[in-house]
């Protein structure tokens, strides 16, 4: 008698514990993103940490997440953005448009906000791609959590940088400031 008992204790618990079905279907939100699209590529699958990065590839900004054992801080994800795409994702041709075109002195973060400290350049050095340079330290800085937005300096004063409707900005800078680069619509 116990057994049956139990038995028939299990099967209303079994058939209990079900999903739930709705009479009509109901709008569901997405997730918070980034997400992959086509113009992402991943270069190494292995790692416990994903740190994102934008190249450039065909005049257009291109998100790249690389797989770390690390969680890198605010100014070793710089210098890796800084070093250029690996082989690998040359290989892929991703490219980067800082060499020559912006050199970056020094970060900090001031609350939600990332600093980037940027040197005088001889005369003549600007390139025609700073847009595409500003545009990667501004989208891979503000796809860390901790980062909203990006402030350019020099000498301590506000520097203008192009965005990419071709206007000089002194303000803090978003990654939708380069959205028309990055091929999203």
Known sequence: MKARLAVAMLLVLLTGCGVPTDDQPRAVEAPYGP???PSTAVSDPA???TEALYFVRDDRLVLVRRRLDVLPTV???LEHLLAGPNEAERAEGLATALF???TVAGIRLTGTRAEVDVPSVAEGAGRSDEVFAFGQIVC???ARPE???VSFLRDGAPLGVPRADGSLSQGPL???DYVELSGAD
């Open 100 to 102: 020559g075109a912006v």
């Open 147 to 149: 980062v909203d937005s």
């Open 35 to 37: 997400f992959p699209t």
């Open 174 to 176: 978003t990654a939708a």
């Open 47 to 49: 790692g416990r940490f």
């Open 140 to 142: 891979t800085l503000t």
């Open 75 to 77: 100014n070793q994800h």
